[in-house]
């Protein structure tokens, strides 16, 4: 009978891929295997790999100085509120007013308003208000202020005044929508007056 000698057979690891190789004489007789270990919960499923996650930023940093850089150039920024006076040139000789035209308003420490009609020397009656809305706004909306186009209001302030005052007082002429007022220095008659008050 013909013997073919010893006859080597193949294997493959289904698992990894691997071969292991066997020889036969008669009988499979097997050399060489490789082990696989296997969790028993699991079965003979594989094991997925674990890959990391990667996300690449690059895009995102863009988008985010493409907008900084479009708000930037399209918003506008507040801009400061300002009150435009026109105030007379110093040259020339002064416009004198009548007493009947003047209204004196006398800004004074601890937000005090005294207010007087005509000058120092026509004895006028010192009167005493504030910056409320019943205050210096009434007096400047009265018929006797309204009722004579003329009316040249005259503000004063003394050393101890704030110049806050100075622009509450403003704000006041631009309410009442006084046309007609002049920044005038404080006399030596006119502190003589409100001392006499």
Do not use: C
């Amino acid at each position: 009978m013909w013997n073919p000698g010893p006859r080597f057979i193949y294997y493959t690891n289904a698992a990894e891929g691997l071969p292991a190789s066997t020889t036969t004489n008669g009988k499979d007789k097997i050399m060489a295997q490789v082990q696989e270990k296997q969790n028993p919960a699991k079965g003979n499923r594989k094991r997925a790999r674990n890959n990391g996650f990667h996300l690449d930023m690059t895009p995102m940093v863009d988008l985010a100085f493409l907008l900084l850089t479009f708000f930037m150039l399209t918003t506008t920024f507040a801009r400061l509120q300002t009150m435009e006076i026109n105030m007379p040139v110093t040259t020339g000789p002064n416009t004198p007013i009548p007493g009947k035209n003047a209204l004196n308003i006398v800004l004074d420490e601890a937000d005090k308003v005294y207010y007087f009609f005509g000058f120092p020397g026509d004895e006028p009656e010192v009167k005493q208000t504030d910056f409320s809305a019943t205050g210096i706004r009434q007096v400047l909306l009265a018929e006797q202020v309204k009722s004579n186009p003329n009316m040249v209001v005259l503000v004063k302030a003394t050393e101890s005044s704030r110049f806050k005052n100075m622009v509450d007082v403003l704000d006041e002429l631009k309410i009442t929508d006084t046309r007609k007022y002049a920044l005038v220095e404080l006399q030596e008659e006119d502190k003589a007056l409100l001392a006499s008050r």
